[in-house]
């Protein structure tokens, strides 16, 4: 079982960084692989970024890559994702997400686990 919280979400203007932190409970955190998705309104909720638990391997949305970059501290069971150049459509709620799966998944039906979600808005 993991329970996971996120935290960082708010209010930037465009061009402008966040870093979003995602603190996990369990002793197996380090055996899950934790990835990133968001959902704006009216949408669905999509992949952002994943970093496995083999080798810390990462994966990118096309969306974000070359300005988000995701990373794991086993040690503090956390996953951070530090967003760069942000744009108004990066506006969404940002959702963590823990699956027992060895690669990244892009599609959310492969994670079990999940946070409650941060708010992230870019003003223009």
């Known amino acids: 079982q993991v329970q996971l919280v996120e935290s960082g979400g708010g209010l930037v203007q465009t061009g402008g960084s966040l870093r979003l932190s995602c603190a996990a409970s369990?002793?197996?955190?380090?055996?899950?692989?934790i990835s990133w998705f968001r959902q704006a309104p009216g949408k669905e909720r999509e992949f952002v970024a994943g970093?496995?638990?083999?080798?810390?391997?990462?994966y990118y949305a096309d969306s974000v890559k070359g300005r988000f970059t995701i990373s794991r501290d086993n040690a503090k069971n956390s996953v951070y994702v530090q967003m760069n150049s942000l744009k108004p459509e990066d506006t969404a709620v940002y959702y963590c997400a823990a699956s027992i799966q060895i690669l990244v998944y892009t599609t959310k039906e492969r994670y079990d686990y999940w946070g409650q979600g941060t708010q992230v808005t870019v003003s223009s």
């Open positions: 369990g002793r197996t955190f380090s055996t899950y692989t």
């Open positions: 970093i496995s638990w083999i080798a810390n391997s990462t």
